[in-house]
């Protein structure tokens, strides 16, 4: 009886505290309670594959370096326009110019022909007058378009705050802008990437990243300065979501720690010489302009736009940088640990390279290289190696259209572009390697269309309203 008397006596403490527990719950607000389950989820996700999240070191250094440039800050259009050690591929006899004292006569035909003058341009200076005209084009548009300083720190404020944020969730995780906004590539109106590590080891994409991401998914939604926060299951997934402080559009993954690797590859590459840089954001903008850069409908992905740029300037008889990998292997390693990336480049010098060639004679042997040179059924293109690869029968490479190696992981980045029409629409807008085409393209933007060069910028306002819930 008296053990009896005991059970229920100790069962009616149970319930009472029960009840003290649930009543305490209803008194808190429903994000402490988010906050409270999602705790307990966060020592689970921290030990995927049985292990533990290491905390990290506690001196991981914030990723604001930029290596010095090879050439003083300020105008440089003199600099970048003029060169000599050309690798140039034109035919003189096509090119009609329209300025440095040249000049057209109008056909019967309605067509244009060159005048007495413009013929002897033809013969002795038309090549130098529009390579000299597309060079400076081209740097006109880089300095309009590059990313500017205040829009990498606006991206970078909401990274540091949502770092923040997510912290609650899973406290030993950490945020890393990654992608074109850090590497140097981004123009003004670029999205940003966000990766974030929560562990050391491979994370399973399918299930473990998407459960993570719908948990930071409705963090978001009441966030305030988050807007259309949106799961995207892919073979990597995402979530998509816009900063109304800056206008900036994110794509935030989990534990895709390769992008953090070859964004700072790449950024050493954007830093060691002058001209990688304004002949890089160019071809984004010409592929963008021939609809040939979006992976999502089975073209170039600006990624592998990059890398192809790269692997031309690796590849000339004088080449305008080297491959970093293979000058400077320790710094990256893809065995280094993640935390430690953004410093590994960090005192890498600028690259001294003998071409002097400019950027119009470097953009149009970019266009001729991928139209007569390259073997796209036979090549592998390698920024690591710095030289084209012969394309094995792996199944990597196998009865694929374009093989471009991703530096790290050694994957097809090209793997998007799947179909026989697209990549012949691909190999057609290199093909159109006329030197009056591509200058007329760069001139019809600038003086046509301003608006071009500031399309969907979403520019904040000069004093943002700083980010808050």
């Not at 020592?43 to 292990?51: I, L, M, N, Q, T």
């Not at 920024?383 to 992981?409: G, H, M, Q, T, Y």
């Amino acid at each position: 009886m008296c053990a009896s008397n005991t059970e229920s006596n100790a069962l009616s403490l149970v319930c009472i505290a029960t009840c003290m527990y649930l009543i305490s719950l209803l008194c808190l607000s429903t994000t402490e309670i988010f906050h409270a389950g999602v705790l307990a989820y966060s020592h689970c996700v921290c030990s995927f594959h049985g292990r533990t999240l290491p905390a990290g070191p506690s001196d991981i250094p914030l990723y604001d370096w930029k290596p010095s440039p090879s050439t003083p800050p300020g105008p440089h259009a003199s600099a970048l326009a003029n060169g000599r050690n050309g690798f140039l591929f034109i035919q003189p006899g096509r090119l009609y110019s329209r300025s440095h004292g040249c000049t057209q006569t109008n056909r019967d035909d309605g067509k244009t022909s060159p005048s007495g003058k413009a013929r002897m341009c033809i013969s002795t200076n038309a090549v130098s007058c529009y390579v000299s005209q597309l060079s400076g084009q081209m740097v006109e548009l880089f300095e309009a378009c590059q990313q500017q300083s205040t829009d990498l720190e606006r991206k970078e404020l909401c990274r540091a705050q949502l770092q923040r944020e997510i912290q609650r969730l899973f406290p030993l995780v950490r945020l890393y802008l990654a992608g074109s906004s850090l590497s140097g590539f981004g123009s003004r109106n670029s999205d940003a990437d966000l990766c974030l590590v929560i562990q050391a080891a491979p994370v399973d994409q399918r299930n473990d990243a998407v459960y993570v991401l719908s948990l930071i998914q409705q963090l978001f939604y009441r966030l305030s300065y988050i807007e259309r926060p949106q799961l995207i299951r892919a073979k990597v997934p995402i979530l998509k979501f816009r900063d109304k402080v800056s206008g900036v559009e994110f794509d935030l993954n989990v534990n895709n720690t390769v992008g953090i690797r070859n964004t700072f590859l790449l950024r050493s590459y954007a830093y060691a010489e002058r001209r990688v840089r304004p002949i890089i954001l160019v071809v984004k903008r010409w592929a963008r302009h021939h609809r040939i850069n979006d992976a999502s409908k089975g073209t170039l992905s600006s990624y592998t736009l990059v890398l192809m740029v790269l692997h031309y300037l690796q590849t000339l008889p004088e080449p305008v940088i080297p491959s970093l990998q293979n000058e400077y292997p320790e710094c990256f390693s893809p065995s280094m640990d993640i935390h430690r990336v953004p410093e590994g480049p960090r005192d890498i010098p600028p690259y001294s390279s003998s071409n002097q060639a400019s950027l119009g004679e470097l953009l149009l042997g970019f266009l001729k290289y991928y139209t007569s040179v390259f073997r796209w059924d036979k090549q592998v293109i390698s920024v690591r190696e710095a030289k084209a690869l012969p394309k094995s029968n792996s199944l990597e490479w196998r009865d694929k259209f374009i093989c471009v190696e991703e530096p790290f992981d050694g994957t097809n980045t090209a793997r998007a572009v799947h179909e026989k029409v697209k990549f012949d629409a691909i190999k057609a807008q290199f093909a159109e390697v006329d030197l009056g085409n591509v200058s007329l393209w760069l001139f019809s933007f600038h003086i046509a269309n301003p608006p071009f060069f500031f399309e969907s910028l979403g520019h904040p306002k000069s004093n943002p309203t700083p980010h808050s819930l």
